[in-house]
């Protein structure tokens, strides 16, 4: 019998429900239960794929090219879980969904209505993962703050699921417990009113997850216990943490996941987490030694923008024992004041994806500087595209190249459209997108790498290197490392002499994770604090 866990957020969003779930997940594994975990997200979008990160933050990719929400990221970094596009469940996609039964004549004669057709729809869309995977416990986030209108159909959903699953389903309320610096002192007000407004829906929390800065005096943790009606036990201080992987622990150490065995009357082992104390803790503790990594972006000031790119720059590190400086250069200012300013003294340049021209010029400067100052670059699907260009352009001479994205009709077209692509006129979920097969070729940084000759990565772009470029920037010492076998897609490049300069059109952060370290991420760390 599958046991639910449903985590609601309450007075602020942003409150980490995310790696709190993802948190959940680590401890539950470690008591030898599989987990599955779910995002709702209130959005009439079908998927994210069409918001800007300004918008959104990272949108990441399952295998199955599902465009997604980025908090499936940190579930698939603390956890064994495999997600697919079930897991990523939004209001667009219900409606979709419902709109289209409607029109087949699935609800003839009915009036179709937000209970009990939307509602139905959310808690079967809950149920298919759960039937699909066989698991002891789903833990299902739902996006946004209650109270909010958005989500109040997926809030409706889960009090009706609870309902049913009789025992079986709990609710963990992440919540805000501010410390007023004037005053001295920590409020719980704020909480007591988000509990207020969840237990009008109907839900009552079962566990109160506290974000706070400071601790939770023992006066703080009995009023909250109080006035949301749980028990003194069940409310967890989650205090600020330097590191996200140092969430699973402190929740741990509170007792949180055998509250939960006990609530859900789950089965298991005893939590343990030698394991991850050792591969994931220690090494973010113990290393000395820093290395700076310059990341070329236009969203820079975004912390969400290129998330799954800082987190696997961090597993790197550890792996490397080192401790990550990461220096956000907007490419806007390379190409104001050049890439000197910006990148001397840098270990390592990374460039990550992107769509779109603006800033695209000092991204193409940035890759210049590191061929021709021998810093070692990793270049990411855009990435790759700005280290063709400007090879072709600053190597090979051929003048004004660039990809077809940038400018349509240009003399040497090195990134461009495969004909497939020309034809689509629809914007979501039209890229290529997820997994697809790569060889390596034996004798490069990559196979050095990866030590195997066939991969699986994510993709997520619509452009490509175009193959009648391939022998004039071969015969320039562009090498191709990596190579899709049924398409004959160029996935990997690298310079020959070059101490590290490797670019790969997939994305390769998406399948990082903090004890288990993408091969790409290990090396380009490796060469950056060899420099
Ligand atoms: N804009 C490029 C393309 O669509 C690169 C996409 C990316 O970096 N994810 O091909």
Not at 215 to 234: G, S, W, Y
Not at 275 to 290: G, H, M
Not at 459 to 467: L, S
Request: hydrophobic share 35%; proline share 4%.
């Amino acid at each position: 019998m599958t046991r639910y866990i449903f985590v609601t957020g309450g007075v602020v969003s942003s409150l980490g429900k995310g790696i709190a779930s993802a948190s959940i997940g680590k401890l539950l594994e470690t008591r030898g239960l599989k987990v599955a975990l779910i995002k709702c997200d209130p959005y009439i979008n079908v998927d994210p794929g069409t918001m800007n990160p300004f918008q959104h933050g990272e949108v990441y990719v399952t295998d199955d090219g599902a465009e997604t929400d980025l908090d499936l990221g940190h579930y698939e970094r603390f956890t064994k879980a495999v997600l697919t596009r079930d897991n990523n469940i939004t209001t667009g996609k219900i409606y979709y969904s419902v709109i289209s039964k409607e029109r087949r004549g699935d609800y003839l004669g009915k009036t179709v209505q937000i209970i009990p057709h939307i509602t139905d729809e959310i808690k079967n869309s809950i149920k298919r993962v759960s039937h699909a995977k066989k698991v002891d416990v789903v833990i299902v986030e739902i996006g946004g703050t209650v109270g909010d209108i958005e989500s109040l159909p997926f809030l409706e959903a889960i009090r009706q699921l609870k309902l049913e699953m009789e025992g079986r389903a709990i609710n963990v309320h992440v919540t805000l417990v501010p410390y007023i610096q004037s005053a001295g002192e920590i409020k719980t007000k704020p909480t007591q009113h988000s509990v207020g407004t969840l237990r009008e829906i109907g839900i009552m929390p079962d566990i109160m997850l506290c974000r706070t800065q400071k601790t939770l005096t023992k006066d703080a943790r009995e009023k909250i216990a109080l006035f949301c009606n749980v028990h003194p036990d069940a409310v967890i201080q989650a205090i600020d943490v330097q590191s996200i992987y140092e969430v699973p622990a402190n929740l741990s150490e509170q007792g949180l996941d055998s509250l939960i065995v006990r609530l859900l009357k789950l089965k298991g082992g005893k939590s343990d987490l030698t394991e991850w104390k050792k591969t994931v803790l220690e090494p973010l503790k113990s290393a000395s030694r820093e290395v700076e990594v310059a990341v070329v972006g236009k969203y820079i000031v975004l912390q969400d923008a290129y998330k799954s790119i800082y987190e696997a720059l961090q597993h790197g590190a550890m792996n490397n024992n080192v401790k990550l400086a990461i220096r956000k250069v907007d490419s806007e200012d390379i190409e104001k004041n050049g890439p000197e300013k910006y990148l001397k003294g840098a270990g390592g340049i990374l460039i990550p994806g992107g769509f779109g021209d603006r800033g695209i010029e000092g991204k193409i400067s940035a890759a210049r500087f590191a061929r021709e100052q021998n810093i070692p670059y990793f270049g990411i699907c855009l990435g790759m595209q700005t280290a063709v260009v400007e090879f072709a352009r600053n190597v090979c001479g051929l003048k004004n190249a660039d990809s077809t994205e940038f400018h349509r009709s240009v003399k040497f077209p090195v990134i461009s459209l495969l004909e497939e692509q020309r034809k689509i006129k629809i914007k979501g979920a039209t890229m290529r997108l997820g997994a697809y097969e790569c060889r390596i070729k034996k004798g490069t940084k990559a196979y050095a790498a990866y030590k195997k000759d066939t991969i699986s990565e994510r993709h997520r772009h619509r452009y490509e290197f175009n193959n009648k470029f391939r022998d004039m920037l071969g015969k320039k010492g562009m090498v191709f490392s990596g190579i899709n076998p049924q398409r004959k897609l160029v996935e990997i490049i690298e310079l020959k002499n070059h101490p590290w300069f490797v670019a790969c059109q997939f994305h390769p952060e998406f399948k990082s994770k903090p004890d288990r370290v993408h091969p790409l991420f290990k090396d380009f760390i490796k060469a950056a604090r060899g420099h």
